[in-house]
């Protein structure tokens, strides 16, 4: 006979695999609703009531048992669960080995000369590796009955929760047009972050022109502002006439206004107030040397 887990470590085992299955096929309400539900607590109370009988009933059956076997088999059975659980458990891993190992049978492999002990594994590793098993039958019909830990299911959801908030964010954040965008220094990072994603390609990340035009000088091939900050931001709103590549990044809902607005303080930084790079495209357009101040 085996040592027997007290009931102040098995129950409230057995309680957090029922907690996981609610968590695992109710995961989809609500998780604070349904736990403090008059039913799941009423629930967990009889199942904790119910526990506690099943272990007054293990407990009537080991004695029996007790009473059945000889007084050697009782003797080593009183010695193994002498004290509480954490004497035991203390014992057990400050265990002085040639004591317990004592009158223990071994088994002689022979061809290695290994002598492998055929100790019983200790209560504790056999029911973790029972909670492992529950774990995983629980986790398996899960994925397969339910969205629970489905990869492909999780992205569609959170895909669906982030669009949702985007469309919340854009109520309550209107967005930027030309008639009241401005340049801003705080904006230039992000904006540069959204130009190299964005422009780079055609324009590299200095602004210094790929097969479009270089950001960087005084020449503009596209003029419809009279503000160079709100000429920047109308180009990438509407695009450009003179080339069909750069398109109407704003008409068409492909950058939003707040993003926009962060691109051309980038563009206007990098024209305006940073340092030119070494080497750049030859000019485009017309010189511009006067702007109306912003």
Request: glycine share 4%; charged share 25%.
């Amino acid at each position: 006979m085996r040592s027997r887990v007290p009931s102040f470590i098995m129950i409230p085992s057995f309680l957090s695999v029922i907690i996981f299955m609610f968590y695992v096929f109710f995961r989809s309400y609500n998780h604070i609703s349904y736990l403090v539900h008059p039913i799941t607590i009423f629930f967990l109370i009889i199942t904790t009531i119910l526990l506690w009988i099943l272990e007054f009933i293990n407990n009537l059956i080991f004695r029996k048992k007790l009473q059945s076997l000889a007084e050697e088999e009782k003797r080593k059975i009183f010695e193994e669960n002498e004290g509480n659980y954490f004497y035991r458990l203390y014992k057990f891993i400050f265990h002085d080995p040639k004591k317990m190992n004592d009158g223990v049978k071994k088994i002689d492999h022979g061809f290695d000369g290994i002598i492998e002990l055929d100790n019983q594994l200790p209560m504790w590793w056999v029911h973790l590796f029972y909670l492992t098993i529950v774990f995983s039958a629980i986790y398996f019909f899960a994925y397969l009955t339910i969205d629970f830990s489905n990869s492909y299911k999780e992205y569609e959801i959170s895909y669906k929760n982030q669009l949702k908030e985007i469309e919340i964010f854009e109520k309550n954040t209107p967005q930027v047009t030309i008639e009241n965008a401005c340049f801003k220094d705080h904006l230039i990072s992000s904006g540069k972050t959204l130009f190299d994603e964005n422009c780079a390609t055609c324009h590299k990340s200095d602004g210094s022109g790929n097969i479009g035009p270089n950001l960087t000088d005084d020449y503009w091939i596209n003029t419809k502002e009279k503000d160079l900050f709100k000429n920047i931001f109308s180009i990438i709103w509407n695009g450009s006439d003179n080339n069909q590549t750069m398109r109407a990044f704003g008409k068409s809902g492909e950058i939003k206004g707040n993003d926009i607005e962060k691109i051309s303080s980038y563009v206007y930084f990098i024209n305006q107030k940073s340092k030119k790079p070494l080497t750049f495209k030859d000019p485009q357009g017309k010189k511009i040397t006067e702007w109306s101040k912003m």
